[in-house]
């Protein structure tokens, strides 16, 4: 039973009680002042009344503070847990509705049912805005692959430049192993595995993105320009260094006005 039925039984219980007990000393007054009726029966009587509509009246007191305090207890914690929902879902990196789901009937009367419906409309927006995405995505990386030159997409995550796709081209360039990958990895922990001619690794690695260049990603992202750098670019093998005259860093808004991601356009690569 819903808070709402509760205070509309309490108060109908409350007005049936007063109405008995109305009618009931109404009746037994008319019966008392008979001349059938003693003075001894009629006060044991009103005493044993009395007695009882003190019980009664401390009792139904007692519920109605209980239902005051319920309510408003119920409805500070309703409050706080559509708070808490809140804030978790502006925490989260992904958007997720599904977390935001309200009874259809509590203390708010019909208010929960009416967030569900709208709710329910945001999910449908969110999910044709992510097929949206995702075939706009398709597009751009059948695109990317069909290009002569080496392209990276770069997001921007929590403070974190992390590489979420590059093109066949930038793979055979400066990967070159098909079984390595780099989607998914901060950007500044992809490091050349340079190797001596024992062929062992060496204590010293150097990034592959280094200081200079992520620098220039930086004032791309906070100044929202575009801008370019002329780089040495090594294979992650350390086995070639690759001319790239100029690499074109263009920062890509998302729908707050921020950076979301970087695109790098490595133009022109000789080897050497």
Do not use: C
Request: glycine share 2%; hydrophobic share 45%.
């Amino acid at each position: 039973m819903s808070l709402q039925s509760q205070i509309r039984l309490y108060i109908i219980l409350s007005i049936v009680v007063y109405i008995s007990y109305a009618v009931a000393i109404f009746l037994m007054n008319i019966y008392y002042n008979s001349p059938a009726a003693s003075l001894a029966d009629s006060t044991q009587f009103m005493d044993r009344l009395y007695i009882f509509a003190i019980i009664i009246s401390i009792l139904a007191l007692t519920f109605g503070i209980y239902i005051l305090l319920f309510t408003y207890t119920r409805g500070l914690n309703k409050y706080r847990d559509i708070a808490r929902r809140l804030q978790v879902i502006t925490t989260k990196s992904v958007f997720d509705l599904s977390i935001l789901d309200f009874p259809t009937e509590d203390e708010f009367g019909s208010l929960g049912g009416d967030l569900n419906r709208i709710l329910t409309r945001l999910k449908t927006f969110d999910e044709l805005k992510r097929q949206k995405i995702h075939s706009e995505r398709e597009k751009f990386q059948f695109l990317a692959d069909r290009i002569d030159y080496p392209v990276m997409v770069i997001s921007v995550e929590d403070s974190e430049k992390v590489v979420k796709f590059y093109n066949e081209k930038f793979s055979e360039v400066f990967v070159k192993r098909p079984e390595t990958s780099l989607v998914n990895i901060v950007l500044s922990k992809i490091w050349i595995y340079e190797r001596d001619e024992s062929g062992d690794e060496p204590e010293d690695m150097n990034k592959f993105i280094d200081d200079d260049f992520e620098h220039a990603i930086d004032l791309v992202i906070t100044t929202h320009a575009s801008a370019d750098i002329k780089k040495d670019m090594v294979t992650l093998n350390g086995d070639k260094t690759h001319k790239a005259y100029p690499i074109e860093i263009v920062p890509i808004l998302g729908d707050e006005q921020a950076v979301s991601e970087v695109l790098l356009i490595f133009k022109k690569s000789i080897s050497k």
